[in-house]
């Protein structure tokens, strides 16, 4: 369950980015998030794993009060809300397995569990074979996968991705989405924000549209809806 209850999101230069954001969105759900540039998608989004804080109400996250965390408690909630970026983020001197490994909640986890979890996630994305290469020696769409393997590991409750598939080909694209409902069928929450109507609209799930910092469409199976 995530849920923001009347959010304010005004950045130190004087932009008000999100202006009394309310939203539930229960356990299960996939929705994408959708609107023009400079909307608020990604201040939304960096809300919800305390990339940014809200100068102004309450966030709920698969059960952390987020606004509210210490500093000391972030590492812990991070690794119940698995994230993806448009640009992967993976450490470039690591291997795809060690990259994966890297965000696994060490403690009291014995070597041999970590190699079987790292191994679990990579056979989930499809990479078992590239476990010892480095993410410059993959495609886009596999270091995607990496990024996607890394955000399951420790079995989030809420997957949050900012444009997957933002430097993605069509493609490859769908191979990330139907990844992603992959992991939404077995229970996970997913909120996407995306500029690719295609996906949407194909997709037929729950929209939240928003524009000038505001929620201004909430549909249960939704369209792109904008020109852009
Ligand atoms: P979107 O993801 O829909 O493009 P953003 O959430 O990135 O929108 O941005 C919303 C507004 O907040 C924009 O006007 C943007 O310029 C501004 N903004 C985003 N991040 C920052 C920041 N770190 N500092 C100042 N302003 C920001
Ligand atoms: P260290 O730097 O501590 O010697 P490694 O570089 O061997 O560790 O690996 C880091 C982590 O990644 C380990 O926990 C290991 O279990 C995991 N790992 C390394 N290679 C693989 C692999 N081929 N398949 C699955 N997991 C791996």
Do not use: C
């Not at 500093?71 to 698995?82: L, N, Y």
């Not at 569990?113 to 679990?120: H, L, T």
């Amino acid at each position: 369950m995530i849920e923001m209850q009347d959010v304010w999101k005004e950045y130190g230069n004087g932009v008000t980015a999100l202006s009394g954001v309310s939203v539930r969105i229960p356990q299960g759900t996939f929705v994408y998030v959708v609107g023009p540039s400079g909307a608020g998608k990604s201040t939304f989004i960096k809300l919800m794993y305390r990339q940014e804080r809200p100068t102004k109400g309450h966030i709920f996250v698969g059960g952390f009060n987020i606004e509210r965390l210490r500093e000391r408690q972030i590492p812990m909630m991070r690794r119940h809300v698995g994230v993806v970026f448009q640009d992967y983020k993976l450490l470039q001197q690591l291997t795809v397995a060690e990259n994966v490994a890297f965000a696994l909640e060490v403690i009291e986890v014995s070597r041999k569990m970590i190699y079987k979890r790292v191994n679990e996630v990579l056979e989930l994305v499809g990479l078992e074979d590239k476990r010892n290469m480095l993410p410059l020696e993959l495609s886009g769409g596999e270091q995607q996968r990496v990024a996607i393997a890394r955000a399951l590991v420790n079995k989030p409750k809420v997957v949050v991705a900012d444009e997957p598939t933002g430097n993605l080909d069509p493609e490859n694209s769908w191979a990330i989405l139907k990844l992603l409902e992959r992991v939404n069928d077995r229970g996970t929450t997913i909120v996407m924000a995306t500029h690719n109507r295609e996906l949407v609209n194909a997709s037929k799930k729950r929209v939240i549209a928003i524009e000038d910092g505001r929620i201004n469409r909430d549909e249960e199976r939704g369209d792109y809806g904008y020109e852009d």
